[in-house]
């Protein structure tokens, strides 16, 4: 008896082809991480804005100035004023003309909210036009800068 080793077919056939299904499955998941990574980059643009500084309008002949000191009173021109009669304080030196501009000058430790409260007042008062008055800089002939009032 003659043995012979004969092939059944049991060897499996060379598969040349590439599965894609893994390949597609890495490509989405960086497609992902470079759409989230992308806008995360640009946040901190570094970006050099221009100044601006604006024109001073002219001052009118005799401004109405409401000043709120560092105590938190109030002052119409050099006259002291209650807030309960500042309304009727500013019909009397307007002479009822709530077109008049009020220029609000305001103390530098005068927190934000209380100059707030008194533009309120302004307002329920019906006086719409409010001026802000700062300091403005201006370039003194040796180079040193100094401080100006203007409305």
Do not use: C, W
Request: charged share 25%; no cysteine.
């Amino acid at each position: 008896m003659a043995g012979g080793l004969e092939s059944d077919g049991d060897d499996l056939a060379e598969n040349h082809e590439i599965n894609v299904t893994p390949f597609i499955d890495v490509m989405l998941v960086l497609l992902i991480i470079f759409m989230v990574a992308a806008p995360l980059s640009t946040v901190d643009v570094v970006v050099d804005l221009p100044a601006a500084r604006a024109k001073p309008e002219p001052r009118p002949d005799k401004p109405l100035y409401l000043t709120v000191k560092a105590d938190l009173s109030l002052a119409l021109g050099n006259d002291a004023v209650a807030r309960e009669t500042l309304a009727q304080s500013l019909d009397a030196a307007t002479k009822a003309d709530r077109e008049q501009r009020i220029f609000l000058r305001a103390d530098k430790t005068v927190a934000y909210g209380d100059l707030m409260v008194v533009m309120n007042l302004l307002r329920s008062a019906g006086y719409l036009k409010v001026a802000l008055v700062g300091l403005e800089e201006v370039p003194a002939v040796a180079g040193a800068p100094r401080a100006i009032a203007s409305p």
